[in-house]
C-alpha cells in the first residue's frame, strides 16, 4: 500500500470508529456488550487492512501447496479433487455393518470409515464379563479376524480407501486389515487408509485407553517404522482434537492440544531412531468443526500454519510433506440438540461448510438424530447429501482457500495461531504432552472451558435455537435406530464356535512369541499379524500385553 | 445446620464420554452438594459398593454409549439384593425416549436427556432425596 493512500486510510477509519459508528452505537447499543469467540478472543466490529498489515505475505500465508501451507496441502485443492466423503458407520454385527458400507460406497461415498463398539476398542472380547450391555452398541464388534474377513466381504481393499476408529489396540486392528487384505489378493502396500492410533488424547479426553503411556508410545512408534517399510501409503495414525473439542475445549484449546500431542509422537519417533522424514509425511490429523464458522476456518489455517513452523524449525524435517497438516474433519456432534432434531441438518451444512472452507482432506458429516440414538439409515443420506451439495452445488470448491485476504479471517488465523503456540510453551514447560497429562493439566483446562460453556448455555448468554430458545412442545422422535440385544448373544456364540475350530496349538505358540516379543524390544507389529493369522482373538492378544505391560490407571477423580 | 446432601457421580459400562457427568458433578458441588465423581468404567458392582460405603443420598449415572438397558437397570437390582432402598437414582445421557419407561419401571426416579440444565438436576435431586 501506497504511503499516501495508506495516511488517507487511516484518517478515514478513524472518523468512521469516532463518529459513524460512534454516533449509532451511542443512540443504538450493540446487542453485548462484548463479543467474543469460544477461545475468548474478542471480535471486533469491523476489520480493516490495518488488521492485516504487518502479515508477511509469503512468510505467513504464501501459496497453497507450499510451505507454511495456510492456503492449503495442494496446489489445487478441490479443482483437482473433491475431499474425501467419509461418513464414520458401524453398528451390531459385521454382517450388518457390511451391508451398511455396501450401501454408502452405492450412494456416492468414497471412502469407508469404520466405528468399532467399546469392548473392541478397550481390547476385551465379546465374551468378556465387562462387554455385558456394549457389545455392537456404538459401534461393530470384532473379536478375530473372522469378523474383519465378514466386515469387509465384497469391498476390494485396493479400491477403497479405509479409516479405522481405533486407539489403544490400533495395532491389532491393522494387522487384522492386512490379513484380510492378503486374503483378497491385496498387498499391504497397496493398502490405503489411516488407524486413528493417537493414545494421548485418550487419556486426556476420550477415555478408551488400555496400556500406560510408555508402552502405548511403544506400540505407536512400532507402527510408524512397521509401515513407513511395508504399508508405505498408510496413515499410521491421526492426531485427533476432535475428542478434546467434544470434551468441551475451545478452538484455540484444541489447536493447541492436538499440535502438542503430535509433537509428542513426533519425538518418540525421532527418540526411538527413527528419521524424521521417513515417518512423518504419513502422519495425519482430526479435527472437529463447530459452530463459529469464521474462527473454525481461521482455526485450520492457523494449525496448518503452526504445524509446518514446529516440523522444519523444531524437527528439522526437509521433506515439504513432513511439514504439511493434513487432516480429517468431523462436525460437531456435541452442537447437536435432541430438541427439534431437524435443525442438526442446518447445523451440520454451516460446520461442513467451515471444513470445506478450511481446506479438510475429509469429512464426516453428522446425522441429525446423533443426539438421540445411532444414526438411521435416511439421517446418514442427509448428512451425506449436504456434502454433496456444498461439493457439487455452491462453488465454494471452485477456487482454493476463497477465504484467504478476509481481514478478519486472517487477523483471526494469527490470533489462534499465537495463543495455541502460547499453549504448546507452557506444555513444553511442564515436559511435553504427556506430562502435561499426567499432572491434569489439559484435563482441567478443557473442564474448565465445558463448564463455562454450560453456564453460558444456562444463563441464556449463548443461545442454541430450539434448547433454550425458540423452543416448541414435540412428540418423540420415530424411526431411530435400535441395536438388536441378540447381537451380544450371537457375538458370544459365533466366538465360542471359532475357539472350538481354530488350531489352539498355534494360538498359544503365537501368543506366546509375543509376549517375549513384548518384553524385549523387537517391533511388535510382525508378531501380531502372525497372531492374528493364527486367529488369536483381540482380547488374547490384548491379554497377553497386559501381562507385560500393565493397564493404565487414572488417578482418582474426586 | 443441615446435612449437605451426598450424591455419587458415575459412569457406568466402557464408554469414556464424561463431559457431561463432570459438568453435572460440579454444578452439583456449586449448589452446595458434597459429590463423589467415581471416573470412568464403573461396573454396576463398584458404583454400588460405592454408594454404600459412602453412605450417598443420591447416584447420578450417565450414559451415552447405549448401554443403559442393561447397565441401570443392573444397578437397580444390585441395590435392592443389598436391601438398599433410600437412596435416589437418577440417569442421563443420550437415552431415547421409548426406553425411559422401562427404566423408570425399575426404579430410576429420572432420566435426563440431551440439553437439561444443570439447575433442573439440582432440584430435583434436592427435592426427592429419601433421607
Given amino acids: ?558 | 445446620m443441615d446435612k449437605k446432601i451426598r450424591v455419587l457421580v458415575a459412569k457406568p459400562g466402557l464408554d469414556g464420554h464424561d463431559r457431561g457427568a463432570k459438568v453435572v458433578a460440579r454444578a452439583l458441588r456449586d449448589a452446595g452438594m458434597e459429590v463423589i465423581y467415581t471416573g470412568l468404567r464403573q461396573t454396576p458392582d463398584q458404583i454400588v459398593a460405592t454408594a454404600i460405603q459412602e453412605d450417598v443420598d443420591a447416584i447420578a449415572m450417565s450414559i451415552l454409549s447405549g448401554a443403559h438397558g442393561y447397565l441401570f437397570p443392573r444397578v437397580m437390582e444390585l441395590l435392592a439384593e443389598r436391601g438398599v432402598d433410600d437412596i435416589l437414582v437418577i440417569g442421563g445421557g443420550i437415552i431415547p425416549e421409548e426406553d425411559i419407561p422401562a427404566l423408570k419401571e425399575c426404579g430410576i426416579a429420572e432420566i435426563f436427556g440431551p440439553g437439561t440444565l444443570t439447575s433442573d438436576t439440582v432440584r430435583f435431586i434436592r427435592e426427592n432425596v429419601k433421607k
Avoid at chain 1, 157 to 164: F, G, I, N, Q
Avoid at chain 1, 265 to 285: E, K, M, N
Avoid at chain 1, 490 to 515: E, I, N, S, T, Y
Wanted: overall charge negative.
Fill in chain 1, 1 to 558: 500500500m501506497a504511503e499516501l493512500q495508506k495516511e488517507d486510510l487511516k484518517i478515514a477509519h478513524s472518523r468512521w470508529r469516532g463518529v459513524t459508528y460512534t454516533k449509532v452505537v451511542s443512540k443504538f447499543p450493540e446487542r453485548k456488550a462484548r463479543f467474543e469467540g469460544s477461545s475468548g478472543i474478542e471480535v471486533e466490529p469491523l476489520y480493516t487492512p490495518f488488521d492485516t498489515e504487518n502479515t508477511d505475505y509469503l512468510e505467513n500465508i504464501g501459496y497453497p501447496g507450499e510451505f507454511p501451507f495456510t492456503r492449503g496441502v495442494q496446489p489445487t485443492m478441490y479443482r483437482g479433487r473433491f475431499w474425501t466423503m467419509r461418513q464414520y458407520a458401524g453398528f451390531a454385527t459385521a454382517e450388518e455393518s457390511n451391508r451398511r458400507y455396501k450401501y454408502l460406497l452405492d450412494q456416492g461415498q468414497t471412502g469407508l470409515s469404520v466405528a468399532f463398539d467399546l469392548p473392541t476398542q478397550i481390547g476385551y472380547d465379546s465374551d468378556n464379563a465387562l462387554s455385558l450391555g456394549e457389545v455392537g452398541k456404538v459401534g461393530v464388534a470384532i473379536d478375530s479376524l473372522a469378523d474383519m474377513e465378514i466386515l469387509f466381504g465384497g469391498i476390494p481393499l485396493d479400491k477403497v480407501s479405509t479409516s479405522m476408529t481405533i486407539n489403544a489396540p490400533a495395532s491389532v486392528l491393522l494387522a487384522m486389515y492386512i490379513a484380510v487384505a492378503e486374503k483378497q489378493g491385496v498387498t499391504a502396500d497397496q493398502l490405503d487408509g489411516t488407524i486413528q492410533n493417537d493414545i494421548l488424547k485418550e487419556y486426556a479426553a476420550r477415555g478408551t485407553y488400555i496400556f500406560p503411556p510408555k508402552p502405548s508410545m511403544r506400540l505407536i512408534t512400532n507402527i510408524f517404522e512397521y509401515c513407513s517399510k511395508s504399508v508405505p501409503k498408510w496413515n499410521t495414525i491421526s492426531i485427533s482434537g476432535y475428542h478434546i473439542r467434544e470434551a468441551g475445549a475451545t478452538a484455540v484449546q484444541e489447536v493447541a492440544f492436538t499440535l502438542a500431542d503430535g509433537i509428542a509422537y513426533v519425538q518418540a519417533a525421532v527418540d526411538a531412531g527413527l528419521a524424521v522424514d521417513d515417518f512423518a509425511p504419513r502422519l495425519s490429523f482430526f479435527f472437529n468443526a463447530h459452530n463459529d464458522l469464521f474462527e473454525e476456518v481461521a482455526k485450520f489455517r492457523a494449525a496448518r500454519r503452526l504445524w509446518a513452523k514446529v516440523m522444519r524449525d523444531r524437527f528439522g524435517a526437509k521433506n515439504p510433506k513432513s511439514m504439511m497438516l493434513r487432516f480429517h474433519t468431523q462436525t460437531a456432534g456435541c452442537t447437536l440438540t435432541a430438541q427439534q432434531p431437524d435443525n442438526n441438518v442446518v447445523r451440520v451444512a454451516m460446520q461442513a461448510l467451515a471444513a470445506v472452507l478450511g481446506g479438510t482432506q475429509s469429512l464426516h458429516t453428522n446425522s441429525r438424530d446423533e443426539a438421540l440414538a445411532l444414526p438411521s439409515q435416511d439421517s446418514v443420506r442427509i448428512a451425506l447429501r449436504t456434502q454433496q451439495i456444498i461439493a457439487y452445488e455452491s462453488g465454494v470448491a471452485d477456487t482454493v482457500d476463497p477465504m484467504a485476504g478476509s481481514y478478519y479471517v486472517e487477523s483471526l488465523t494469527d490470533k489462534i495461531e499465537a495463543a495455541a503456540a502460547g499453549y504448546i510453551k507452557r506444555i513444553d514447560e511442564m515436559g511435553g504432552a504427556a506430562a502435561a497429562i499426567e499432572r491434569g493439566f489439559i484435563q482441567n483446562e478443557i473442564e474448565e472451558s465445558a463448564y463455562k460453556y454450560q453456564m453460558e448455555l444456562e444463563s441464556s448468554d449463548r443461545v442454541v435455537v430450539g434448547l433454550n430458545k425458540f423452543q416448541i412442545t414435540e412428540a418423540p422422535p420415530k424411526g431411530l435406530l435400535k441395536v438388536d440385544p441378540a447381537v451380544g448373544e450371537q457375538q458370544r456364540a459365533k466366538l465360542a464356535a471359532l475357539r472350538g475350530r481354530r488350531d489352539g496349538a498355534a494360538v498359544g505358540v503365537a501368543l506366546d512369541a509375543l509376549r517375549q516379543a513384548a518384553s524385549g524390544s523387537d517391533n511388535l507389529m510382525p508378531y501380531i499379524i502372525d497372531a492374528v493369522k493364527a486367529y488369536a482373538t483381540l482380547g488374547e492378544i490384548c491379554d497377553t500385553l497386559r501381562g507385560v505391560f500393565g493397564e493404565y490407571k487414572p488417578q482418582a477423580a474426586y
